[in-house]
């Protein structure tokens, strides 16, 4: 059996042949972002803009560990450690009859596995002279170069996905925000109109003998996120407050408070493209969770699914505590309810701490879908990494509802909630007035 040809004994024009190709692939891609960032500074969208910037330093971030793997393969794969620290924490059992791929990639008498091994090698391992194993094989630093390449793809689909779904979910707002134009808006919201906190219809969907309770207050809520998670009444008296408190009188028909919303949702999106170094070490956490016997996709999932739903029951349970200030205010109203929002609503008085538990939630679920199509590539469907069938349909279920649940329910309802407390930059202001 002989071993793979070194680029010696390899004809220049097939290496010349590939990095061109390569060459191609790559300048077409940056020529394709360029455009985009083009286009995203001729319709002034700043924000995405920098979030474009964003994801391309993530990307190269992605690269430079990839290229760090590729030059330190022979000086990790040259790390030997005792073959009982080498036997702890597998993703598979050790079983001599498991019929896995990674269990066969170390098992020395499996001769095609062990063939590969050697190639990865150069020849063989060394550290089995010294009866030990090696840190990680080079074979095993090459499907890291894979799961990086899956990672950096998979980063990019839940980046426009969340953007997608979010814009797509304030379309509605845009028919809402036409009718503040009208002479029936003007009329019902007329200071001179004076009625119960408790008869308008934002009184009516928050002033009831549940909002009184702590417990069916979290309880009703929780609910709503699933079923309407942003109404026209919420919406018409978010936008109240936000114009009384912000802008000059006679500003209620001119203002376009969907496209304010609209430029804040991609600030927020601005954050979301950065990976932190905390959201980095999750993900450390989570490659070290995959151990066998630890079942990870029995709770890391929905650990994740109870982090969102958390985030947006606190965003509606606000919505309702806003209301619940306007009966303490006194119970008339003169024209529309007004709000007066409030860092004090929010957890630790910081309204930004929800949106890192937003972002830690889609980076996550991106994260593991991603470990989920790199595993079952590398390792087919039937591998150790899923065991059940229960595995798999939990891991793309999941996968889905989060992403759809973060990007269309509980992002938007954030925007909403936490934007009518403060302005953004003033000339953000000034595109929305002109």
């Known amino acids: 059996m002989e071993l793979e040809r070194t680029l010696e004994n390899t004809p220049t024009w097939a290496v010349a042949v590939v990095c061109f190709v390569l060459l191609v692939i790559s300048i077409f891609i940056e020529h394709v972002i360029k455009f985009i960032g083009k286009w995203l500074k001729s319709r002034h969208k700043r924000a995405l803009y920098e979030a474009l910037e964003k994801l391309k330093s993530e990307l190269m971030l992605l690269g430079f560990l990839s290229l760090l793997l590729t030059v330190l393969q022979d000086p990790i794969a040259g790390i030997c450690i005792p073959k009982s620290v080498g036997a702890t924490w597998h993703p598979c059992i050790n079983d001599d009859s498991s019929d896995s791929k990674a269990r066969k990639l170390h098992e020395s008498s499996d001769s095609v596995f062990s063939f590969r091994r050697k190639l990865a090698t150069k020849g063989y391992d060394k550290c089995t002279e010294n009866g030990k194993v090696a840190f990680v094989s080079a074979y095993g630093i090459h499907q890291l170069h894979v799961f990086i390449f899956v990672l950096a793809v998979f980063h990019v689909l839940y980046c426009i996905t969340t953007l997608a779904l979010g814009r797509h979910k304030m379309r509605i707002?845009?028919?809402?925000?036409?009718?503040?134009?009208?002479?029936?808006?003007?009329?019902?919201?007329?200071?001179?109109?004076?009625?119960?906190?408790?008869?308008?219809?934002?009184?009516?969907?928050?002033?009831?003998?549940?909002?009184?309770?702590?417990?069916?207050?979290?309880?009703?809520?929780?609910?709503?996120?699933?079923?309407?998670?942003?109404?026209?009444?919420?919406?018409?008296?978010?936008?109240?407050?936000?114009?009384?408190?912000?802008?000059?009188?006679?500003?209620?028909?001119?203002?376009?408070?969907r496209k304010y919303i609209s430029r804040s949702l991609e600030e927020d999106f601005l954050v979301i493209v950065e990976i932190s170094p905390i959201i980095w070490f999750s993900a450390v956490l989570f490659l070290l969770s995959n151990a066998y016997g630890w079942h990870s996709y029995l709770w890391l999932p929905f650990t994740s699914l109870f982090i969102i739903l958390l985030v947006g029951t606190k965003l509606q349970v606000i919505i309702t505590m806003m209301g619940m200030r306007i009966q303490e205010r006194g119970g008339v109203v003169m024209g529309a309810p007004l709000v007066q929002p409030g860092d004090h609503y929010f957890w630790f008085?910081?309204?930004?701490?929800?949106?890192?538990?937003?972002?830690?939630?889609?980076?996550?679920?991106?994260?593991?879908?991603?470990?989920?199509?790199?595993?079952?590539?590398?390792?087919?469907?039937?591998?150790?990494?899923?065991?059940?069938?229960?595995?798999?349909?939990?891991?793309?279920?999941?996968?889905?509802?989060?992403?759809v649940l973060c990007s269309y329910v509980?992002?938007?309802?954030?925007?909403?909630?936490?934007?009518?407390?403060?302005?953004?930059?003033?000339?953000?202001?000034?595109?929305?007035?002109h």
């Not at 079952?376 to 279920?397: G, V």
């Open 173 to 257: 707002w845009k028919y809402w925000e036409n009718e503040t134009k009208t002479v029936e808006y003007q009329f019902s919201t007329d200071p001179e109109r004076f009625r119960y906190a408790r008869d308008t219809s934002f009184g009516r969907r928050h002033l009831n003998f549940w909002s009184q309770s702590p417990v069916f207050l979290w309880i009703v809520c929780f609910f709503r996120q699933f079923f309407r998670s942003v109404i026209k009444t919420d919406y018409m008296t978010l936008r109240h407050g936000f114009i009384m408190a912000h802008l000059a009188p006679g500003s209620e028909t001119t203002f376009d408070f």
């Open 349 to 403: 008085g910081r309204p930004r701490f929800m949106l890192f538990l937003i972002h830690f939630v889609l980076f996550q679920n991106a994260f593991q879908l991603a470990f989920f199509v790199w595993s079952t590539w590398q390792f087919t469907i039937q591998s150790c990494f899923h065991p059940t069938p229960e595995n798999i349909a939990i891991r793309i279920s999941m996968g889905v509802i989060i992403q």
């Open 410 to 433: 509980t992002l938007p309802l954030y925007a909403l909630v936490t934007q009518v407390r403060n302005l953004l930059q003033l000339e953000y202001l000034y595109v929305n007035l």
